[in-house]
């Protein structure tokens, strides 16, 4: 009887890992939904910088070669760019 109760209670258990994990999968859907919708509503080169970045996973010296700018100016686009983002998620 022990050995029939264990897989009862593991099975009981499981159902609300499941329906966390489904809860889960929602809520990460519904924030990468919010972050679409914000990086739309930038401007071009703010977009175009966050997406090279952390999208394409680009560093960034392959940044500031592929908009040929120094370094510098890239880390300054992704600061300034981030806080947008910021502001219009909020």
């Given at each position: 009887?022990?050995?029939?109760a264990?897989?009862?209670?593991?099975?009981?258990?499981a159902?609300?890992?499941?329906?966390?994990?489904?809860?889960?999968?929602?809520?990460?859907?519904?924030?990468?939904?919010?972050?679409?919708?914000?990086?739309?509503?930038?401007?071009?080169?703010?977009?175009?910088?966050?997406?090279?970045?952390?999208?394409?996973?680009?560093?960034?010296?392959?940044?500031?070669?592929?908009?040929e700018?120094?370094?510098?100016?890239?880390?300054?686009?992704?600061?300034?760019?981030?806080?947008?983002?910021?502001?219009?998620?909020?």
């Amino acid at each position: 009887a022990r050995d029939v109760a264990a897989p009862a209670n593991a099975t009981r258990d499981a159902v609300p890992a499941r329906a966390r994990a489904a809860e889960d999968e929602y809520a990460v859907g519904e924030a990468v939904g919010q972050l679409k919708v914000g990086l739309a509503r930038l401007k071009p080169l703010d977009r175009a910088t966050l997406e090279a970045f952390y999208i394409r996973g680009r560093s960034l010296k392959q940044i500031a070669r592929e908009f040929e700018v120094p370094t510098g100016t890239v880390k300054r686009r992704l600061f300034v760019a981030r806080a947008r983002l910021k502001e219009v998620l909020e």
